[in-house]
């Protein structure tokens, strides 16, 4: 066992995963083939709404290399309901969400009929020759239209299309004043609707599932996010014993919360697995995906802020209309909820009211999409910050420093009653405005309005917080979700001085094995390299709640430092009794323990052995030197940041150009430096794909119109500029870390100050909202015509595959 | 992404190629770079008896100086074309609009005659060839004959090509010492045109000789904007002139509303993109 020298935390290490991922020597789900394997495709509605009057499957049936196809009707007994673990409401309706459809379709691209062949390709050229009868029901797509009296229903037997109403006020909270009051004594009031399209998760592999049922008990490889939950959620959908599944996520190609689900697609294969006793696969394809994986965002939010003619807010009125699609999936319906306590965000409201209502559409389901509520509660209040700062003629960064938390008033209990633990909004502030370049950049703008220059000059800003490291246990159970927030982690402390980890967290491409081996050479003074990490396979990490909502370091990091420092006590007592000192003499310092005023020391690595051979143990100590704990937080963690936009808006075509992006996040400490800028750097992406790029359309008849990547417009790093990044570290005092989360804070940033860009830059010509994504055809006619809403936005004939007419079109 | 099954033939030589499109019958679909075709039979909107594949058809690639005009082989791939000294130097306006196809994957694997023949309204070489003139040689079971590129497109996704037919070759007329500018306009570097421009102008001591514009994405077939062209024959080269005649751009033409742009936004586009190639155009 050799000692570090350089400190691990806060190193840039390369990631080990790296190699391996890059060079595709490694595992995916799609690459495992088992033994009499069988394949399984599913066919898809294309109807969005309809009962199904009858399906021909014999043709399909007699194929080559057809084995089986089934119907919802053949599984309707045994699939049960997929599992919803966030009701939030007491009152809460739902429909069951069969796997497979048994009676009618309720979005299209929902699972009607499975083929299980010898050969994927046998499996689709089935699906062409199954006879599916549709009776078309009325379609239901717009949630205000979904609402009103009479509507028509997407589930008749609900009785309504409204899932649940969930209401969060301060003054009943007793964590503020009555906001209702505020807006009525208000000086100035703004309001403004602005609307969260739909958006795709996207992750680059898509989802793949094996199941094998042999050796008396069912694995399952998966790519998700959560192999603990899924485990878990068989188990209680299939009524098969917990005990004999086992669920492995091998490498995940990302997830972004797309994979943070127990998808139809999963319950099928193990029932199939079940039912022929032989392991199944089934891989989706693109289009699949998107048409079937569930979807982010979604949600028209009303906003009502009042403030003093001095600039203060004294309040902050929500109400939400949030897309559920037909189903709930595993937390939907909590989705926009996570957002409830943070469209306050940084700032001092003293009242505050949020309603959100959740409403059943003929679309596939919404779930978490990287930010999961938090993105869209920061985008509508930065976005009402811009607004209150134009109404009121002030600068919109001084606007926001006048009501934002002060550096020395934390711990500060907001008005949604989170405490913040630790921030410095100033010091984020005033270093992304001198990289920014502000002021010179305001000149510039205004000397471009007075030439009537053709491409104009708009500054965005995004003063955000968000909360992760989710979650505190009991904060989960007064919010109704099914499951516990806490991390689990353990060291096996080889005799050779060799680590491995077992983790709960769940990576799927964010580096945790590295980042982790850091923490653990870090904490036990063993190298880098000596550390392994296992993770994301029941069997062997029999405890865990997975990776989502920014968490992995803040609550699985903490858990890890909790073990090693198990190890490292009980490693002290060995330690006194082989060196014959008392154990308070015993000092510990890179991985070596010494006699405090003596030359006597011994490695972790011989204590390690000592322990493991066990032949001279202290009285009543157990052999080895293994340990495990189970951290659950007491609070969230609140990374924060400050992001600045100059976009180039160009009047005559309505093109959006992104000039410069400035963002310093303070997301506390920092284990490894380069894994930070590697998330920043995505998360902007991704969140500058909602300002300018994404969107989920649907045609009147409920058919996803975006449904291939030359529809759904992902940006490349061409379409991207070059970030300008760098962080402030404040550290989180709710853990020993002091960390706080980066996997989503660029995502949730980032689209507010892209749109708050585009809108000042053509403000001065009357436009004061823009739909996202801000496409060229919606920012001129918004500059041109005056429309802010309703512009079209999706595929053009000509303009992708969607174009091609079902002759192939060539020639 | 499993198409239908489909029979494969990957002839060597053109009489080959024709005899296999001849026995293949009205389900027959040709296969030069695949960058268009695949992605459908994948998407299985396409489900052909025969795939045809030309990739072995050496003789189709390459680019040949013939006298007063270029021959493009059918099969030379982008990346060739965007590199080719003949083009740049007697067709820059299609090297130019080479270097915006797609990305440089697509670009090493696609080729010109497949874009050409594939005719999508959107594809970035219908315009060029268009407005330089260009001669399509085709070869059926009867031997060549040759179609002007006016004649060539006929509507979305067809062309004067008989299903037993190949367009093997490109004449190009030279346009030597021409100014030349493709304006693309598009959401994401990798995406089709939503509109696009590919002007050519002949400018000689300060006065426009001749210019020729062709518009990518403004109805079914790439469009001739031959009231710009009008306005500038034997006008000074400015800004000013230039702008009056880009005016006319929308002219003549009929695009299709979509979700990236309706009918209104594309003519504005056109004339404002007009304007933008022909001033990049004849400082070129």
Redesign the interface.
Known sequence: MTSTIEPELGKARRRKEDARLITGNTKWTDNIHLTGMLHMAVLRSPMAHARITGIDVTHAAAMPGVLMVLTGADLAEEQGSLPCAWPITEDMVAPPAPAIAVDSVNFAGEAVAIVIADSDYAAHDALEAIDVEYEELPVVLDMEEALKEGADLVHPDLGTNKNATWIFDSAEAGTGSDVEQAISEAEVVVERTFRQQRLIPAFMEPRSVVVDPSAGMFTMWSATQVPHILRWMLAAVLGEPEHKIRVIAPDVGGGFGGKLQVTPEEVLCFLVARRMGKPVKWTETRTESMLSGHHGRDQIQKLTLSARRDGTVTGLKVELLADMGAYLRLVTPGVPILGAFMFNAIYKFPSYRFVCTNVFTNKVPTDAYRGAGRPEATFAIERMMDELAVELDRDPMELRRQNWIAHDEFPFTTVAGLTYDTGNYEAATDRAMELFGYDALRREQAERRDRKDPVQLGIGISTFTEMCGLAPSRVLGALRYAAGGWEHAALRMLPTGKVQLITGTSPHGQGHVTAWSQIVADRLGVAFEDVDVLHSDTQISFKGMDSYGSRSLAVGGTAIVMAADKVLAKARTLAAHMMEAGEEDVEFNAGQFSVRGTGTSTSLGDVVLAAHVAHDLPDGMEPGMDADATFDPENFSFPHGTHLCATEVDTETGAVKIRSYVCVDDVGKVVNPLIVEGQVHGGLAQGIAQALFEEAVHDESGTLMTATLADYLLPSAVDLPNFTTDRTETPADTNPLGVKGVGEAGTIASTPAVVNAVIDAVRHLGVHDIEMPCTPMRVWKAVHKGQTEGVPTGPGAGGGLGSIDSQGGAQ | ??P??FDYVAPSTVEEAVEALASGGEDV??MAGGQ??I??????????SLVVDLSNLEELSGVHDDGDSLLIGAMTTHYEVQRDHLIREHAALIAEATETVA?PQVRHRGTFGGSI???????DLLAPVLALDATMIIQGPNGRREVPAAEFFVD????A?A?DELLIEVRVPKRTGWGAHYEK??????????VAVAAAVNVSGGQIVEARVGLT?MGPTPVRAHAVEQALVGQPATAEVINAAAAHAAEGTSP?S?????QE?RE??AR??TGRALNAAVVA
């Not at chain 2, 992605?39 to 052909?48: F, G, H, K, S």
């Not at chain 2, 979305?156 to 062309?159: D, L």
């Not at chain 2, 306009?185 to 939503?194: D, G, L, P, T, Y």
């Not at chain 2, 979509?258 to 309706?262: F, V, Y």
């Open positions: 992404m499993i239908s099954a679909k040709v268009s075709l992605p459908v039979l994948r998407l299985r909107l396409a489900a052909p990305d023949a594939h005719a999508d309204p959107a594809g979305y996704f067809t062309t090509l299903p306009f598009n959401r994401v570097a990798q995406a089709w045109s939503i994405n299709s979509d979700g990236n742009a309706d936004y504005h586009l404002v993109l």
